[in-house]
């Protein structure tokens, strides 16, 4: 039986702060052992396969870079009706997707989770460089507060 929770992190740990799901979700699978209901994923780019990774969950958490136009190091919690994307796709990779239109395809297949929760990191450096900005390095641990509030709700 799988656990009820999938908690994914994206994003592209090359590309600083970009990154900053993947770095969330490695500290967290070092501490999983704390939550035996969830199952943490390391999803970095990979696009459209996303779509089947959340098939069986009652819940998905995701955690992604997010420009919002709020300060630097800043999280907020949505859930997909909450947002707009105003992403634009290139086509030129399967890697490349727009979450909300996974997350749209998941629940017409009928393989997403009842609850679907966003959390977004406002970045403050998006480049090539393979760390995070001071700012979100910072504020790891509040990062790690609110998603754990989440999972042990």
């Known amino acids: 039986m799988k656990n009820k929770t999938i908690v994914l992190g994206l994003?592209?740990?090359?590309?600083?702060?970009?990154?900053?799901?993947?770095?969330?979700?490695?500290?967290?699978?070092?501490r999983k052992n704390d939550f035996?209901?969830?199952e943490f994923v390391d999803a970095g780019t990979s696009g459209m396969s996303i779509l089947h990774l959340l098939e069986g969950y009652e819940k998905a958490v995701?955690?992604?870079?997010?420009?919002?136009?709020?300060?630097?190091?800043?999280?907020?919690?949505?859930?997909p009706a909450d947002i707009e994307s105003v992403k634009n796709l290139m086509h030129y990779s399967l890697h490349e997707a727009d979450l909300l239109k996974i997350i749209d395809l998941a629940r017409q297949l009928g393989?997403?989770?009842?609850?679907v929760v966003i959390?977004?990191?406002?970045?403050q450096t998006i480049g090539p460089q393979s760390k995070l900005s001071r700012t979100l390095r910072d504020n790891i641990q509040d990062y790690i507060a609110a998603i754990t509030a989440e999972l042990t709700e």
């Open 11 to 30: 994003g592209n740990p090359l590309m600083g702060d970009e990154g900053v799901g993947i770095y969330i979700i490695n500290e967290f699978l070092k």
């Open 36 to 38: 035996t209901q969830a």
């Open 62 to 79: 995701f955690i992604d870079c997010a420009v919002m136009q709020t300060t630097a190091g800043t999280i907020e919690k949505f859930s």
């Open 111 to 115: 393989q997403c989770p009842t609850d």
């Open 119 to 123: 959390f977004g990191i406002e970045p």
